[in-house]
């Protein structure tokens, strides 16, 4: 049987909102035209250019502070009735349930039951009605909307990375995508120096691997940094903590600065600060659980660095640096990661 077009128009206002509010959008104009967004429902081209165009990663915490999982999840089955009852409506609203899955998967698995549940609803939907939920090459591609810059700043160049991190297997690695080109722009940076190309922010939370940089002090989003740090060191162990975190429900908005001497290529420090999402919406400080904003983390060379840069030790006696644990770590590490 045929449905009402008014009951058809309020599902398809309901389901246009939880689209741009799972893709971290918002719309861009009006949607109280009922004509022509039921014939874009019917063309099934309502939803393409939301998700082709994610401006913002959405974080389970964003989506439960607001209240909305449990009547989005009510839209969705309602969604599925009225399919059930007309092969018309399961045609119309087709088209934009594979839309909405593919914004799904940018958010992580048991994060949220009331999330879970609305995935677990289109997934069914789209099958039952012989949709293809997503390609494994579709991944969104997310790395436009890292930002970078570089400025000097007296005798220094400062260089600045911020974004806000995707989740792991949700997001375009573009190492993984052009590996190629990746290792060309890593060996453009650190090649002979003893130093990895370090990324400011991870290609793994969907950032660009490389970008050029003006200063000649690295690319953008990569610069000379300690080998030990970047590789099972204490660099790596945030990395993998944000990673973790971000596959429970949580999000990260992190602002990463690096410092370099004018005429070296080097950063000396890095600071990391930003802000954690927790899956209940509630945002604090990313590290020490709450108690402090900002982690230094000094870029120490290592004898390796030392030997290829041509730069001497800066403690002559043979004696080792003494390691000085962080207020907010959790465990010590095994050894020092450079010397002064």
Do not use: C
Request: no cysteine; hydrophobic share 35%.
């Amino acid at each position: 049987p045929d449905l009402p077009t008014q009951q058809l128009h309020e599902l398809a206002l309901d389901l246009v909102q939880l689209a741009f509010d799972l893709a971290g959008l918002v719309d861009p104009t009006p949607v109280s035209d009922g004509a022509s967004l039921l014939i874009s429902l019917g063309r099934g081209q309502w939803l393409d250019a939301a998700i082709s165009g994610v401006s913002l990663i959405p974080y389970v915490g964003d989506l439960a502070k607001a209240g909305k999982l449990p009547k989005y999840l009510r839209t969705v089955e309602k969604a599925i009735e009225l399919a059930e009852q007309s092969k018309a409506a399961a045609k119309a609203l087709l088209p934009g349930m594979e839309k909405l899955y593919k914004a799904l998967e940018l958010l992580p698995d048991g994060a949220n039951k009331h999330l879970d549940r609305i995935r677990a609803a289109v997934r069914s939907f789209v099958a039952r009605h012989g949709g293809v939920a997503r390609a494994a090459d579709e991944l969104p591609d997310i790395s436009s909307h890292f930002r970078f810059d570089s400025f000097e700043e007296g005798d220094k160049v400062v260089k600045v990375g911020t974004g806000r991190l995707g989740v792991p297997g949700k997001v375009k690695n573009h190492r993984k995508a052009d590996p190629s080109k990746a290792k060309r722009e890593q060996a453009s940076v650190a090649s002979g120096s003893g130093d990895h190309a370090g990324h400011m922010l991870g290609v793994q939370f969907g950032a660009p691997n490389g970008g050029p940089n003006r200063y000649g002090v690295g690319m953008d989003n990569l610069s000379l940094q300690n080998a030990r740090m970047n590789a099972g060191g204490t660099w790596q162990q945030l990395e993998q903590t944000w990673a973790e975190n971000l596959k429970r429900g949580y999000g990260y908005e992190i602002t990463v600065t690096d410092w370099i001497k004018k005429g070296q290529t080097r950063p000396y420090k890095r600071k990391v600060t930003g802000t954690e999402i927790l899956p209940d919406g509630t945002r604090r400080p990313f590290n020490a659980e709450g108690e402090m904003g900002e982690v230094i983390y000094p870029n120490f060379h290592t004898p390796a660095s030392r030997a290829k840069q041509n730069v001497p030790p800066t403690k002559t006696d043979g004696t080792p640096a003494k390691v000085i644990e962080h207020p907010a770590a959790k465990k010590k590490p095994a050894e020092p990661e450079g010397e002064p």
